[in-house]
């Protein structure tokens, strides 16, 4: 196979799938997503995976089950849409049949859009022995909200500076496994995904999470099972979340073929459909929607060319002017109506007075 036909294969499996067939999940919260603003959301914490209800008394020590957690995102390099991170937890002696022998998880970027929408309906769906078996959770990191904080400028006392990308990433990271630990999972085993040196990430996490068994590994999501399953729901969660922002825009009007459906393709700044729809839809001013990632220089670079060229109108700034950048000594200048023969004494106290003001 030749590299053209290798990388429009996995731009397929990248890509959302047609709306015909799309599962629209419960994680998918609209108004967040046309807002811009980024959001998280838990499942329902199986029964099973809970204390005994005589365990709530004060100072028991009674848990649920020993649970592995699985952590693995979708949507870190795109343009376009959200950055998704998902949790998936479950019994630990489940972890291999239920996912891995009868539904066949796998990392969700081998597994079709129509194998990923399938998982996750019945993950959603009570009475399976997913659903009463495992929990998941969801960060999405809204488009807006990742380049503010990575174009966050370092002034005052109370700004640090630039958010980038691997901060926000670990911080979610932390919150959705805090927030699992909080509704009262029995966390014992936690396999994270990572794309930067596992050492140095997973020594993070051990301070974070000193009583888990953490284990921060390279491809994890083809390694470990959990993992799998919540590679499966971001993936599916960013899917679903790309079409919503891309119906917000009233795109294609009705009657349209569904080919033309999603001609911003995967929001991937290699996929030429990203970067065409990107160059035929900027504003000379406003450049995008919150669908946008201004921060990543795909962006950039189209805002800053000249607008004859498609790109965005120059805007030049007036400088503000900082009362604290006076200077110590501005403040002891005498006045110009003072009197040239004042002392110095006199003029730093006031204008001097002579005799005959008494």
């Not at 990575?150 to 005052?156: K, N, V, Y």
């Not at 220089?297 to 965005?312: E, I, W």
């Amino acid at each position: 196979m030749d590299d053209d036909s290798q990388q429009a294969d996995a731009m397929a499996l990248d890509s959302p799938p047609s709306s015909s067939s799309v599962f629209i999940p419960p994680s998918i919260h609209e108004p967040a997503l046309l807002a811009g603003d980024s959001y998280t959301h838990f499942s329902p914490v199986p029964a099973s995976l809970l204390p005994p209800p005589n365990a709530t008394t004060p100072g028991s020590t009674t848990t649920g089950p020993p649970c592995a957690l699985g952590v693995d995102e979708a949507g870190r390099g795109p343009v376009l849409g959200p950055m998704v991170y998902g949790v998936f937890y479950l019994p630990v002696p489940l972890s291999d049949p239920l996912l891995r022998d009868t539904h066949h998880f796998d990392d969700s970027k081998v597994l079709t859009p129509a194998v990923r929408a399938s998982l996750m309906q019945t993950l959603c769906t009570p009475g399976s022995d997913l659903h009463d078996s495992c929990g998941w959770a969801v960060s999405a990191l809204s488009a807006r909200d990742i380049s503010a904080g990575m174009l966050r400028p370092a002034t005052g006392t109370t700004a640090a500076g630039a958010y980038n990308l691997n901060a926000q990433a670990l911080d979610a990271t932390v919150a959705l496994i805090k927030g699992v630990y909080a509704r009262g999972v029995n966390v014992r085993d936690i396999f994270v995904d990572t794309v930067g040196q596992p050492a140095a990430y997973q020594a993070k996490l051990e301070r974070v999470f000193p009583t888990a068994r953490i284990t921060v590994a390279k491809k994890a999501d083809s390694l470990y099972p959990s993992v799998s399953a919540a590679s499966v729901c971001a993936k599916v969660t960013r899917d679903v979340a790309l079409e919503t922002l891309w119906k917000a825009r009233g795109q294609p009007g009705a009657g349209e073929e569904e080919e033309s459906m999603m001609a911003w393709g995967s929001g991937y700044p290699s996929d030429g459909r990203c970067v065409g729809w990107l160059k035929g839809n900027v504003h000379p001013v406003f450049g995008w929607g919150p669908e946008c990632r201004f921060s990543w220089g795909t962006a950039k670079d189209m805002l800053d060319a000249a607008p004859a060229k498609g790109g965005g109108v120059k805007v030049e700034w007036p400088v503000d002017e900082d009362a604290d950048t006076h200077r110590v000594t501005d403040f002891f200048v005498a006045a110009k109506d003072q009197e040239k023969d004042a002392d110095e004494l006199g003029t730093w106290f006031g204008t001097p007075a002579g005799l005959e003001a008494f």
